[in-house]
């Protein structure tokens, strides 16, 4: 399955809050899964939206769906990551929490990654963060992205919001 994934650049938490929420509104029930893309102040945000047809049946699985990909790239660049409820954590602290929420036709499952890993104490750069995030997204759901912008409907959307 095609998914699109969409760069909003540098971008403040409650503005990709709105974000993500103008979008997911804007979506139809055949629409195509999105991962939102985002820098924040001191981490990546990041908001997978996708249709409920293709989300697990109950709400409670939305959680652990979403973020076994993230837990699997902080593994992947050697950290210890786990899901406790809706946070992530590692060496037993919560550095992210999710936020899920059912807007319109879509789950919504957003949260974030750390911009300086606390074991090695250096920024990972956007690109290799990305990139490590998007390969586990796709294994884990057999998806395919391409990178892509806002449709005009979406942009009226999101501008409004």
């Not at 049946?57 to 950290?79: C, D, H, K, M, N």
Request: positive net charge.
């Amino acid at each position: 399955m095609m998914a699109r994934w969409i760069r909003l650049g540098a971008i403040e938490a409650f503005d990709f809050r709105a974000a993500y929420s103008a979008f997911a509104a804007a979506q139809s029930s055949r629409a195509r899964p999105i991962l939102l893309w985002g820098q924040g102040d001191g981490e990546y945000l990041f908001a997978l939206i996708a249709p409920k047809r293709i989300a697990p049946g109950r709400e409670t699985r939305w959680v652990s769906w979403a973020l076994a990909p993230a837990i699997a790239t902080y593994r992947q660049f050697g950290l210890p990551a786990y899901l406790d409820g809706e946070s992530i954590c590692l060496h037993g602290q919560k550095v992210a929490s999710a936020t899920i929420a059912s807007i319109g036709e879509c789950a919504v499952v957003a949260s974030a990654f750390l911009r300086r890993f606390p074991a090695k104490c250096i920024p990972t750069p956007s690109a290799e963060m990305e990139e490590a995030f998007r390969l586990r997204l796709e294994a884990q759901h057999g998806w395919q992205f391409d990178h892509s912008w806002p449709s005009e409907h979406e942009a009226l959307k999101y501008a409004v919001a």
